[in-house]
């Protein structure tokens, strides 16, 4: 696989990660009967496993050390607090209002993390105020 197809597959898992997320908040957090069927539990986790080894893959293609690269690094910190966010988000015995609020977080999360990936700076969007 050339370095184009696997950056273009990684945007595109990308694209359905949020897209499952968002689904499945809508489903388990707003919905008054939350699906039950497994595949909504078991394909994110699918997606989101060949997103980040995608990730991997293109960094190791482009000799990007994270350690070394800092929007690699920064990117890599938030990719984990968008993941601990949405376990936290999901687990049961939690008031709505805090589920809600950290589905929401989440979503920020990601799409702070999609604006480092693209502007390959590690302020994100926020490098556009100057
Ligand atoms: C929530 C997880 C992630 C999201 C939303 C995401 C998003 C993106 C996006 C949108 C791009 C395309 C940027 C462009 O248009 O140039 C990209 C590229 C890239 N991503 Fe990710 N990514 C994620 C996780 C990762 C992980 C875990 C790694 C590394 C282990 C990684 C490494 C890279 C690399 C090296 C590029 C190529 C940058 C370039 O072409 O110069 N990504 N990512």
Same mark, same amino acid.
């Given at each position: ?7 273009? @597959?990684?945007?595109?898992? /990308? ?6 997320? /968002? ?5 388990? $957090? ?25 990730? /991997? ?8 050390? !994270? ?7 920064v990117?890599l910190l938030c990719?984990i ?13 939690? !008031? ?8 929401? /977080?989440?979503? $920020? ?9 693209? $502007? ?8 556009? @105020?100057?």
């Amino acid at each position: 696989m050339v370095y184009s197809d696997v950056k273009l @597959a990684h945007v595109a898992f /990308a694209g359905m990660s949020i897209a499952l997320f /968002a689904l499945r908040g809508t489903f388990t $957090l707003v919905a008054v009967r939350p699906s039950t069927r497994r595949v909504w539990k078991i394909l994110p986790h699918v997606v989101d496993t060949l997103l980040l080894v995608l990730g /991997a893959w293109l960094a190791i293609m482009l000799r990007l050390n !994270p350690l070394h690269v800092t929007w690699l690094g920064v990117k890599l910190l938030c990719v984990i607090g968008y993941i601990a966010l949405g376990v936290l988000a999901f687990r049961l015995h939690r !008031p709505r209002w805090l589920k809600l609020g950290l589905f929401g /977080a989440a979503i $920020l999360l990601f799409a702070f993390i999609a604006s480092i990936a693209i $502007l390959h700076n590690p302020r994100g969007i926020f490098a556009l @105020a100057g």
